[in-house]
């Protein structure tokens, strides 16, 4: 009533208070004797509130209070009474009249403290009376009743006091009857078995009650006597006791406090501090506050009190009372039986599953518990009766006969060769000491395990035959299931085999064979579902489909339907793309072939297909038109004298043409420009004959000549030849010849050579014969270079370029040829990057190009499947192997993302968080507390996924070392602490900075971390708690990656749950490439982590120009070509009758090394394309190196720097970029052996 505190944690006072009513009526206290009860303890709480104030010396008067109405009107005292009986005291004196002696105010607290206990003390033992009335038992003779005697046992406080010393003294006086109780049931079993006890003692603590209870140089008889003193104080109680029991051995002296003194209970020493031990005994109160109690108006209060006015017991001291009443409680427990029930508090903390070993310990020894073992050990604690031992350790003795059970005891005995003097044997029992047991025990153990050898051979052997009999029977309908591969029939066997106990190896095939069957029947009935797509729009999924059903090995309708699908959808998109670049070609014959693969493919539809027959319909169109050319050159030709020549109706046929508006295929394009030459041609002719001018006819010739190639042949042309022959003269043609052949005008040369045929002359000119070597050779060049217009051969083309250009050969398809190989140079540079980087819209774009110069390498048809001919997922996979072969961080981070995407969408739920390997069980978790309830250990394995606010009593990762595990336990506190799940002092940054240093520097520990945080996030009941874990999620994945082996599970959690899913991921990603940050933040690094932003600095991969050269770079340096060729190229073979030209030395040896291959590259690409590829990494060089290098550049400059010596510091990277002064291209340099290399180093 003093404290102020009205209310407490976890308590119902109106509940409570109804319980208690409800018990009140229960033992037949009614609703009066209730009211009396609660006004009279009212009373006694009011009365503690009373205060007083000095009025004078020694005089004080009550204040007036709410306190001071309420005890009046409840103890039905006057006020002036309560006040002049409070204030005052009746002093007795023989012969004369009470004398009034004013008390002050402490005299007066003193006095109301006194009737507030006298009160509350009658109230007590009114109420104890009426729960005993209400259970009593008849007195009749014969009646049994059990009393139970509760008491907390010794007391052994900082300050201990006179309360301290009563139940203390009642402790020493319940040991001895527990030491005489447990020494009295001993000594009873060995007067039964007569057998002499007279070893047999124990520890007694007579002493102890004798320093405290005997008269006259007892404490307490001490106590009284100091209490009788006028002016006694404490102090003199503690003389009184030093002086009069100096020499007992139970009691001792404090000399640093003379106020102290210590008595050695039979718990331990207690130091008792004598301050109001005078005045705590007496504890009497004044006849004036007892007459006034007895005068109130109250009736029930008056009979609380009746009899006591006169009463000497109440005159008596409290240490007397005690003494007194605890003897007659030990006289009432020598006349029963007692049994004794030892209550060990487990913690000071009153905390579940806390055990305090050494609290236990302290409370087992204070409580007598070891005494009592060490009197039963002082004598033979094992106790058998005969019968019992010889039926226990008969097996010792399997073959020998017992005539009685004390034979038997004997034998046994006698057998085992055990010392007599440790064992005795009763009339009834036989008793032995604990090693007896432990050999006994360790002998029937060896006898029985020979017994139990035997059986279990035997029984093993019965079973084994009989689970093989059953076995055999069972196998073949197993065999038969697991050959169907029908679930149902399988299970059925599987049944039927429950009963072995035995697991064959077909039975675990067949297990295995069921979880591949369920995983089968899961999958084709997603295929089912998949099957109801279009799989064009659905192409990747399709495509992931059809990987697991290669990794599965399914076979079955679905996967059939799968398949097919997306071999159709791989062909349409293969026809699409063909298509396209035969459309873009103009190729009719490839374009019909195509949409006729097209049509048994269902593809009238598509748009490609659509534009392929409108193509076609054009080429029909133009088909006529070149026809109509064709025919209309036959018109007004000059073929013979005076024939007419007509330029006006080929002309009409050219604007016909140009206005129908149709693209003309390559074959019309080359007709329609052979037209426009031949009209030309005739208008050149018509001037010449109708001017007549030698001028005009030399414009003819010099027309004739320059287009000899396209017009050579054509009869009208070979007539104005002959024309032009007759003109000139013999002489003229015959030098004009020779100097075109010293000219090297191969055009000029046939023209000439024409003239000379037309005039006869060919005998009589000596150069014509020269000439026709020099024409067969051109015959050759012209092959050459016609057969590399159309070749995919790198070599082929060079060669054909080197030939015409060894014999001054000079012409359009020359520089045809020569475009054609610097665009396939640049395609094929294009296409190694394409291999390197395996970015799919360039490479689409790649193919392409391709399509359009007609070019078939191996490269390109590897390009070609991976991007049509390879799944999604493998084709990232190889995106990924190229990433790190090229050093793209950046890009490594892309497709792994990409490439997690397909994962966790495939098989998200094998990385749950529950999932992974190394974290403990929920029971596991539990079982490894030591102490504790089962509830406690149950309720602790069912929070270990989820939020907790108490500590965790080990690691939740296994295979910690145990330093690391008390690290873990110290760092959970640390995330409650900064999640606001525990009370704490320190600074939440702070807190923060200490988890993310663990995770920087100890890795072991990082899963750790990541799983406790992700514990207290689960089912967090608390919003602010769960923003600032997220938050200390976030600075985690920016300091340090979780362990390889754990980083698809917190991957799959942050997934799922983060509440920003790209920042942590990015985050993620971001430090499983880069590594752990090695510097442990500041407090003002650690506020920027909270607030989310990141200490890393992003990773900038090489770009595409440090890589490669551009292409203006490569084409100023590209030098000429190599002469070797490769083994995989097929040589261009000299032609016929070739005359002996001046040919390079490195194209004759080129000639004589692959002259003899019959290999041919784009048939063995043709042949792989049909296989799935090849990762891009293990391209075979010769691949690669049909391409000759064009660089030109030679080795790299070496660095000017000395090498590092071989203990350099491993954080440096070995291998750093520069750029060459010369060439303006980057190489690369080692700092530890100076190798170079232009290529960068992976």
């Given at each position: ?1015 207290q996030l689960t089912n967090n009941p608390s919003n602010q708690s769960t923003t600032l874990g997220w938050q200390l999620m976030l600075a985690c994945l920016d300091c340090f990656p979780p362990p390889s082996d754990f980083e698809n599970y917190l991957e799959m959690h942050l997934r799922s749950f983060a509440p920003d899913k790209p920042l942590y991921l990015k985050r993620l990603h971001q430090t499983m490439y880069q590594g752990a940050n090695p510097e442990i933040p500041p407090i003002e690094g650690v506020r920027e982590l909270l607030s989310g932003q990141s200490r890393r600095m992003l990773f900038t991969p090489v770009s595409n120009d440090e890589k490669y050269s551009s292409t203006q770079r490569r ?128």
């Amino acid at each position: 009533n003093q404290s102020k505190t009205y209310t407490a944690p976890g308590i119902d006072d109106n509940r409570d208070f109804a319980a208690l009513q409800k018990a009140m009526s229960n033992i037949g206290i009614d609703e009066k004797e209730s009211d009396f009860i609660f006004q009279t303890t009212s009373s006694v709480l009011h009365l503690g509130n009373l205060e007083f104030k000095e009025t004078g010396d020694r005089q004080s008067s009550l204040i007036p209070s709410a306190s001071s109405e309420w005890v009046s009107k409840f103890l039905q005292v006057p006020a002036n009474t309560l006040n002049a009986i409070l204030t005052s005291r009746q002093l007795k004196i023989k012969g004369r009249d009470n004398t009034a002696v004013s008390l002050s105010a402490k005299d007066a607290a003193g006095s109301r403290d006194a009737l507030a206990k006298f009160i509350y003390n009658r109230l007590f033992d009114f109420i104890v009376s009426r729960v005993n009335g209400s259970i009593s038992i008849s007195k009749k003779k014969g009646l049994k009743s059990v009393g139970v005697l509760d008491i907390f046992g010794f007391e052994i406080f900082q300050n201990n006091s006179f309360e301290q010393l009563c139940i203390n003294f009642t402790n020493e006086k319940l040991q001895q009857h527990f030491n005489n109780q447990i020494f009295k049931l001993e000594v009873s079993i060995y007067k039964e078995e007569g057998i002499n006890y007279s070893d047999i003692q124990f520890s007694d603590n007579q002493i102890v009650l004798d320093l405290i209870e005997n008269r006259p140089l007892g404490i307490f008889a001490i106590l009284d006597e100091v209490s009788k003193f006028p002016n006694g104080t404490d102090k003199q109680f503690v003389d009184e006791m030093h002086k009069k029991l100096d020499k007992n051995v139970a009691y001792s002296k404090d000399f640093k406090n003379p106020i102290m003194f210590v008595i050695h209970h039979f718990a331990g020493d207690v130091e008792y501090d004598s301050t109001g031990f005078l005045e705590k005994n007496k504890d009497t109160l004044s006849e004036d506050l007892l007459s006034a109690l007895i005068q109130s108006g109250n009736v029930q209060l008056k009979v609380l009190f009746q009899g006591e006015v006169d009463s000497k017991a109440r005159k008596q001291s409290l240490g007397f009372q005690f003494s007194s009443q605890l003897n007659d409680l030990m006289h009432a427990l020598t006349v029963t039986e007692p049994n004794y029930i030892r209550c060990i508090k487990p913690n000071k903390n009153k905390e579940p599953g806390n055990f305090d070993g050494m609290m236990i310990l302290e409370q087992l020894t204070n409580s007598g518990v070891f005494q009592a073992v060490e009197i039963r050990k002082s004598g033979f604690p094992f106790r058998t009766f005969h019968e019992e031992f010889c039926k226990r350790y008969k097996a010792i003795l399997p073959k020998v006969h017992f005539s009685s059970a004390l034979d038997g005891v004997n034998k046994l005995l006698t057998a085992t060769n055990i010392d007599q003097s440790n064992v005795r044997i009763g009339k009834t029992r036989i008793l032995y000491k604990s090693f007896v047991h432990k050999e006994l025990e360790q002998q029937r153990v060896l006898a029985l395990r020979n017994v139990v050898i035997t059986l279990q051979r035997i029984t093993r052997g019965f079973l084994v035959r009989k689970m093989v009999r059953a076995w055999k029977k069972q196998r073949a309908e197993l065999q038969r299931a697991m050959n169907k591969r029908d679930r149902k029939a399988l299970e059925t066997a599987l049944a039927m085999c429950s009963g072995l106990r035995f697991e064959f190896v077909e039975i675990s095939e067949a297990y295995e064979l069921r979880e591949v069957l369920i995983k089968e029947e899961e999958f084709n009935f997603y295929l089912d579902k998949l099957l109801l797509k279009l799989c064009e729009p659905n192409f990747e999924e399709y495509s992931r489909a059809l990987f697991s059903i290669e990794e599965m090995g399914l076979i079955s309708p679905q996967a059939r339907a799968v398949r097919e699908a997306v071999q159709n959808t791989n062909q349409r998109r293969e026809i699409r793309f063909a298509l396209e670049a035969a459309i873009n070609e103009s190729d009719e014959e490839t374009i019909r072939t195509l949409l006729s693969r097209a049509s048994s493919l269902n593809m009238e539809d598509s748009e490609v297909v659509q534009r392929a027959n409108e193509l076609l319909e054009k080429f029909q169109k133009s088909r006529a038109l070149v026809d109509a050319l064709n025919e209309g050159l036959d018109v007004g030709a000059y073929l013979q004298d005076n024939d007419v020549i007509d330029v006006q109706h080929l002309k009409n046929l050219m604007a016909r043409t140009l206005q129908e508006q149709v693209d003309l295929s390559h074959e019309g394009q080359e007709v329609f420009r052979f037209v426009e030459l031949i009209v030309k041609f005739r208008e050149q002719l018509i001037l010449a004959f109708e001017t007549d001018d030698d001028s005009a006819w030399s414009e003819l010739e010099k027309f004739i000549i320059s287009n000899r190639q396209d017009l050579g042949g054509v009869a009208e042309v070979e007539k104005a030849v002959e024309l032009l022959g007759d003109r000139l003269g013999k002489t003229t043609v015959a030098q004009d010849l020779k100097a075109a052949i010293s000219q090297g005008n191969y055009a000029e040369v046939e023209y000439r050579m024409q003239q000379v045929q037309n005039l006869g002359i060919s005998d009589d000119v000596p150069e014509y014969n020269q000439a026709l070597d020099l024409r067969s050779s051109i015959a050759g060049v012209q092959a050459a270079l016609s057969e590399a217009l159309h070749s995919s051969d790198f070599n082929q083309m060079q060669q054909a370029i080197e030939y015409a250009e060894s014999s001054n050969f000079r012409g359009n398809i020359l520089d045809q040829v020569r475009q054609r190989l610097e665009k396939c140079y640049d395609l094929n540079e294009r296409v190694q990057i394409c291999l390197d980087t395996l970015n799919p819209e360039e490479m689409k774009l790649v193919l392409e190009e391709g399509a359009r110069l007609k070019l078939i390498t191996p490269d390109l048809l590897k390009l070609n499947d991976l991007l049509y001919h390879t799944s999604a997922e493998k084709f990232v996979q190889f995106q990924l192997k190229a990433a790190i072969r090229t050093g793209d961080q950046e890009k490594i981070t892309q497709v792994t993302i990409k490439l997690k995407d397909m994962l966790f969408e495939r098989i998200g739920d094998m990385f749950g968080f529950r999932k992974y390997p190394k974290l403990y069980s929920p029971d596991e978790f539990a079982s490894l507390k030591r102490f504790g309830l089962t509830l406690n250990k149950d309720k602790i394995a069912g929070s270990f996924y989820s939020y907790t606010d108490i500590p965790i009593h080990t690691s939740m990762t296994r295979d910690l070392p145990p330093a690391l595990v008390i690290e873990a336990v110290t760092l959970f506190k640390t995330i409650q602490a900064f999640m606001g799940d525990r009370e704490n002092t320190t600074n939440h940054l702070i807190l923060c900075q200490e988890i993310l240093s663990k995770g920087i520097q100890s890795a072991s520990l990082r899963a750790e971390i990541y799983c406790q945080i992700i514990k207290q996030l689960t089912n967090n009941p608390s919003n602010q708690s769960t923003t600032l874990g997220w938050q200390l999620m976030l600075a985690c994945l920016d300091c340090f990656p979780p362990p390889s082996d754990f980083e698809n599970y917190l991957e799959m959690h942050l997934r799922s749950f983060a509440p920003d899913k790209p920042l942590y991921l990015k985050r993620l990603h971001q430090t499983m490439y880069q590594g752990a940050n090695p510097e442990i933040p500041p407090i003002e690094g650690v506020r920027e982590l909270l607030s989310g932003q990141s200490r890393r600095m992003l990773f900038t991969p090489v770009s595409n120009d440090e890589k490669y050269s551009s292409t203006q770079r490569r084409r100023a340096q590209l030098p000429s070509p190599p002469r070797s060729g490769q083994s995989e190229m097929k040589a261009i073979p000299a032609p016929k009758n070739r005359p002996p030209l001046p040919i390079p030395d490195a194209l004759k040896s080129s000639q004589s090394t692959t002259a003899g291959s019959e290999e041919k590259s784009v048939m063995k690409s043709k042949q792989a394309s049909a296989r799935l590829p090849e990762e891009p990494n293990s391209r075979a060089p010769t691949q690669r190196a049909q391409v000759p290098d064009r660089s030109g550049l030679g080795p790299p400059p070496q660095p000017t720097h000395d090498p590092l010596d071989s203990s350099f510091n491993s954080s440096v990277k070995l291998w750093q970029k520069a750029v060459d002064e010369k060439s303006g291209r980057i190489y690369y340099y080692n700092l530890l052996t100076r190798e170079v290399s232009w290529k960068k180093p992976y």
